[in-house]
Structure formats: structure tokens, C-alpha cells
């Protein structure tokens, strides 16, 4: 009997994983000739299809490499050459190893790969190929024949070792995770971001684009400068309001538990991600209140 029920809780667990990866939807987005977004599960994907091959932004998580992989051939028949990760987090980093070994070079920001060795470190096993094998500090600039790449290093916005990519002639625009459309952002207060220099980044890719750019959030639906100028009047006015009640010598507590506080956005469903109206309320409060912001 104990054989059959342990026979049945694994084929339960075995079915539950495919459930949920037929669940997951692989979707490619055009937005100018050579240049799409790719969603699934994890970060958003920027794709650019070029004379070297594909050049990808982020690449979600390891389970999902082939279907991605398979997805990228309905636009071009070459593989993915050089990919670039606008941060550290394993929803944006997960196939690193996967596309490495099919020959695809990784670049990032220096910080991306001494966060990504420290964690393999901690765990006891290094990882070369899943490693980004060049890496930039403030800036880099990617030539090819019918485009040119930007990316720009914004500083302790989300993580440490965020990163912004602008295509300049396809004029399209992908922020990584310094931007949640629609949606309250992630914080990594613990690996360097912080909400002060989140509002600079966002406030920087609005000097970059302009009305007909397309913006590649890291999650979220593709999205417009007037969007991206909605998200920080909110980060702005949280932060305002949140400062206000902090010299008002307002306690943590009162603060986080004050829905007042961000009820205009959680009326507009801000709070319905990952990050909800509490948790986005303590987050800025702890990196206004930190003495190493």
C-alpha cells in the first residue's frame, strides 16, 4: 500500500510539471523589422535578429531553453550568437548555460557576474559557461549592419548591476527589471537597489526615448514613453508621500500598515503582481530609511 501511494504521489508530481509547463505560453511580438519581444515565464525577452545571428536580452529560466530556442526559429534559422543579461536574477539568467553551450557569447555588467559566482560559490559548485564571459562597467556599444546597440549601466536601480539596452536605429527600448508595466516593482534592497536610484533610471531611459519608442519592461506588456512617465509619477509620489510620513516621525510599522498611502495605485491594480501595496510600502520605506543608500 505505502508503494502505491508513493507511486501516485509522484506520478501526481510528474503531472502537476507538465501541467504547468503546457501552461506556460511562449509568444513572439514584431516590433520593427528585425526586432521582437519574446514572453513566457520570467522575464521579458528582447530579440534582434541579425547578420551574426540572434541577439537576445535575458533568457528566462533553464527549463524553458528549448521551447525558447524553438520558438526563435520561426523568425530566423540561425542560432542565438551573443545574448546580454540586464541583471542578475535567475528569471533573466536561467538559460546563460543552455545558450553558452550552443555557442552564444554573454555579456553584463560587471556586477551581474561577481553576484552570479558568489551564489554558485555559496552552493559549491562553479559554473563557468553559465557566466557572462564579457562584461562592461558604465557602458557598451554593439555595432552591426543595420543597427547599433546601446547598453547603459544604471546604478543600485533594481540590483547593483542593472543594465539598459537601446537599439538606436529600430528605436526600441528594454529596461529589464527597472521597469514593471502596470505593475509595483521589485527591489532587490539586498543586492544593491534601492528606490532613489530605481527613479534614476527610469528617469534616464526617459531621456533616451521619445513618443515612438517601443519599451520592453521586464515584466509587463510592451509599452509606450507615456507609460514609462506613468510609472515614475508613481514611484515618485510613494516616495514623496512616504518621506512625508517618515519626518512626520511616523513609525515602520504605521507606515507599511497605512494603505492610504498607495490606494490610488492599488485602485489601478498596481498591487496585483508580485509585489503588493505592503510589501511595496515597506520596501521604500526600508531604502529611505537605510544609512548605505
Known amino acids: 500500500m505505502k508503494k502505491l501511494l508513493m507511486v501516485i504521489g509522484i506520478l501526481s508530481i510528474v503531472l502537476n510539471t507538465n501541467a504547468q509547463k503546457k501552461e506556460i505560453k511562449i509568444t513572439i511580438e514584431q516590433l520593427s523589422q528585425n526586432i521582437y519581444m519574446l514572453t513566457g515565464q520570467g522575464g521579458n525577452i528582447g530579440v534582434f535578429k541579425n547578420e551574426k545571428g540572434i541577439f537576445i536580452i535575458d533568457n528566462q529560466f533553464a527549463r524553458l531553453s528549448d521551447r525558447i530556442l524553438s ?27 543552455n545558450i553558452a553551450t550552443k555557442g552564444a557569447t554573454i555579456f553584463a555588467q560587471k556586477n551581474v557576474r561577481s553576484r552570479m559566482e558568489g551564489i ?19 557602458g557598451l556599444q554593439l555595432y552591426f549592419k543595420d543597427e547599433n546597440i546601446s547598453a547603459f549601466h544604471v ?19 528594454h529596461m529589464g527589471d527597472t521597469f514593471f508595466n502596470n505593475r509595483y516593482p521589485y527591489i532587490d534592497l539586498k543586492s544593491g537597489g534601492s528606490i532613489k536610484g530605481y527613479i534614476k ?26 507609460d514609462l512617465d506613468e510609472f515614475l509619477k508613481m ?9 512625508k510620513e517618515i519626518n512626520s516621525g511616523k513609525s515602520e510599522n504605521e507606515i507599511i500598515k497605512n494603505t492610504g498611502l498607495t490606494a490610488e495605485y492599488d485602485a489601478k491594480g498596481f498591487g496585483n503582481g508580485f509585489i503588493n501595496p505592503e510589501r511595496i510600502r515597506k520596501t521604500i520605506y526600508t531604502s529611505l530609511t537605510n544609512s548605505e543608500k
Request: without cysteine; proline residues 3%; charged residues 20%.
Open 201 to 226: 533610471a527610469v528617469e534616464k531611459a526617459l531621456l533616451i526615448a521619445n513618443d515612438d519608442t517601443k519599451i520592453i519592461p521586464g515584466h509587463g506588456k510592451l509599452a509606450s514613453k507615456n
Open 155 to 173: 546604478h543600485n536601480a533594481h540590483t547593483d548591476g542593472d543594465a539598459i539596452i537601446y537599439f538606436t536605429k529600430g528605436n526600441v527600448l
Open 71 to 97: 520558438k526563435l526559429k520561426t523568425i530566423s534559422d540561425k542560432t542565438v550568437t551573443m545574448a546580454i543579461n540586464t541583471h542578475y536574477h535567475g528569471d533573466h539568467t536561467g538559460g546563460n548555460e
Open 120 to 138: 554558485q560559490k555559496e552552493k559549491g559548485k562553479i559554473t563557468p559557461s553559465s557566466l557572462p564571459v564579457i562584461t562592461f562597467n558604465e
Open 235 to 243: 514611484l515618485t509620489k510613494l516616495t514623496n508621500a512616504i518621506q
